[in-house]
């Protein structure tokens, strides 16, 4: 045999022995150095939850979250848009919200009504001290010593609870969404008094406590809830009762069902490196690293709650007389505002589709992809991938596409290029985020509420 070759072909063969010493057997060692690096430079630490000792107030919460008795026409309740069997979402691009009926890809558009919006977040986690904005485009918030802003200004009740409290004082004050139109009927024959107080003029906030009376004395005339009433704040006589004993519960409800810290991630960053796959290990070196998702997505929840426009295409009624959506823009008039939308968390995401601020892609890559190219994105939507009747308020305004691409916001320049493989593992990480105990949530769901309104949709 050929000297030569023989030593080349052992050559060979110590390189494939050191390389399966290295990449094979020791694979997740240098994929663990690098992400427990990663982990440390942006100070990730264990998810930590918050408990809430009252469980009357909880049940309260709960018993009120799939009461449709908060809806003017008492034909929607919380849970419609945010259910336990979709994930704490609607698994719609955009709700339908009262004058509907159904439940997810089912629920149908009452006559004379509009989509809402905007896409209905999921709750998961909502309760963290981190959070400190509420809606796509903030417009509930706290500040660092604790002071709410809100669209009620200086009109909001006194001893609510935290944010999520506050955020869900709004819901039933929209009409699209919960109160209804005025001349409403309900679905018991009755004319709803709630949809009939208006403002005094544009920027009027003086209806909504009006409206918040009307909700609680609708509770109060069940002897279920006034007795859960007495439990949950056993301090608090009736008569003094206010909506924010309804927030309160509904917040202590949501921040019970729908808290969790039982990732693969949360394991691993506990410590159990064996907690992720390989695949998911070298997908969050990438979302860490090259591809930089987490100079937005920080943080426990991954998310840093700053606005930012990704020229995500415009579809459905739009919050202006044009059907436009302009996001934070509406809340602050600033030109840099316009189209941006509030970074999303992510834990929980693989369950939480469709995604974006109104739902335009149904899969993880194609956000992803998004991401990486915006304006290409945005000229080539493809309009298919959403349900026929969000599909026909696609709005393809050149115009308004130009003005979205000049305004898309400089920090995704900062996103590094991710080949195909590599977006698919980035997505094998982002499903590392998803708690089991999130997976099924059926048992939150009541078999029946105190007003005898269907709990089912």
């Known amino acids: 045999m050929n000297k030569t070759y023989l030593a080349a072909k052992v050559a060979v063969i110590c390189l494939s022995v050191s390389s399966w010493k290295l990449f094979g057997a020791g694979i997740s060692e240098t994929p663990d150095i690098i992400l427990k690096s990663h982990i440390e430079t942006h100070g990730i630490q264990p998810l930590k939850l ?31 848009c945010h259910h336990p069997i979709l994930s704490g979402g609607d698994a719609r691009s955009l709700p339908i919200g009262t004058g509907g009926t159904g439940l997810g890809h089912t629920r149908i558009k009452g006559k004379t009504r509009e989509l809402i919006p905007r896409n209905a977040p999921e709750i998961f986690n909502r309760g963290m001290k981190q959070w400190k904005t509420m809606f796509w485009d903030g417009r509930v918030a706290v500040n660092a ?88 704040y056993p301090t608090t006589p009736l008569d003094e009762i206010g909506i924010q004993h309804l927030a309160n519960a509904l917040a202590a409800f949501e921040i019970d069902g729908f808290s969790f810290n039982d990732a693969p991630w949360d394991r ?138 000049l305004f898309i916001s400089r920090e995704l320049n900062q996103i590094g290029y991710l080949s195909s493989k590599e977006i698919d593992l980035v997505v094998a990480f982002l499903k590392s985020l998803t708690s089991e105990s999130a997976r099924d949530l059926e048992d939150l769901i009541p078999v029946s509420v105190p007003s005898d309104l269907p709990v089912s949709d």
Request: hydrophobic letters at 35%; aromatic letters at 10%; proline letters at 6%.
């Open 50 to 80: 918050k408990k809430i000792t009252n469980p009357d107030k909880i049940e309260l919460g709960r018993l009120l979250f799939f009461d449709k008795i908060l809806s003017g026409n008492k034909d929607i309740s919380c849970a419609t």
């Open 145 to 232: 010593v604790g002071d709410f802003s809100s669209p009620a200004k200086g009109l909001l009740p006194d001893n609510l609870d935290n944010l999520l409290a506050v955020q869900a004082l709004f819901p039933p004050t929209s009409r699209d969404e919960m109160r209804g139109q005025a001349g409403d009927v309900d679905v018991l024959g009755e004319l709803n008094e709630l949809a009939e107080f208006q403002p005094a003029f544009k920027g009027d906030t003086s209806h909504l406590p009006k409206i918040w009376h009307g909700i609680t004395q609708r509770v109060l005339e069940y002897s279920e809830y006034r007795t859960l009433l007495k439990k949950a």
């Open 268 to 405: 691993y960053v506990a410590g159990d490196i064996n907690a992720l796959s390989l695949k998911e290990k070298l997908g969050a070196n990438l979302f860490f690293g090259k591809g930089n998702c987490a100079s937005c997505h920080s943080g426990p929840l991954f998310t840093d709650q700053k606005f930012y426009n990704l020229a995500v295409p415009q579809i459905g009624p739009g919050k202006n007389k044009y059907h436009e959506d302009l996001g934070r823009y509406h809340e602050t008039e600033d030109v840099y505002d316009l189209f941006a939308f509030r970074t999303p968390p992510l834990r929980n995401v693989e369950l939480t589709g469709p995604w974006m601020h109104n739902g335009a892609y149904n899969n993880l890559r194609s956000i992803i992809k998004h991401h990486l190219i915006p304006g290409i994105s945005l000229w080539y939507y493809d309009s298919n991938q959403l349900p026929p009747l969000e599909r026909s308020q696609l709005h393809n305004n050149y115009d308004l596409q130009i003005l979205m691409e």
